[in-house]
Nanobody, 124 residues
Framework: QVQLVESGGGSVQAGDSLRLSCTAS????????MGWFRQAPGKEREFVAT????????IYADSVKGRFTISRDNAKSTVYLQMNSLKPEDTAVYFC?????????????????WGQGTQVTVSS
């Protein structure tokens, strides 16, 4: 198991930027594929981005492609989500997650380690 703690959320205006961080402790972070998901009120949790442990391969949801960037620093056991050009529809609780699956993983059900979430609110 790996423990995950997110930070960096907040309330911003449309067009602003935020950087979320997720720091891991426990098992070897560098061997986990990491993902970011979000959940808006009344909606299901949805995939945002993922980055593999093997080759740092990434994939993004269409809704954030070109605006969000996922990255990782294995030396710091941290994964980041840089969010630019934020829109009101990006408002949600953002969760980071870890999985031992090889490759880019977009299904929430394949992640077995989750953080507590951090709130991002974007006003127009």
């Amino acid at each position: 198991q790996v423990q995950l703690v997110e930070s960096g959320g907040g309330s911003v205006q449309a067009g602003d930027s935020l950087r979320l961080s997720c720091t891991a402790s426990g098992r070897t972070f560098s061997r986990y594929t990491m993902g970011w998901f979000r959940q808006a009120p009344g909606k299901e949790r949805e995939f945002v981005a993922t980055i593999t442990w093997s080759d740092n391969s990434k994939i993004y949801a269409d809704s954030v492609k070109g605006r969000f960037t996922i990255s990782r620093d294995n030396a710091k056991s941290t994964v980041y989500l840089q969010m630019n050009s934020l829109k009101p529809e990006d408002t949600a609780v953002y969760f980071c997650a870890a999985t031992g699956y090889l490759g880019r993983v977009v299904q929430a059900g394949k992640y077995d380690n989750w953080g507590q979430g951090t709130q991002v609110t974007v006003s127009s």
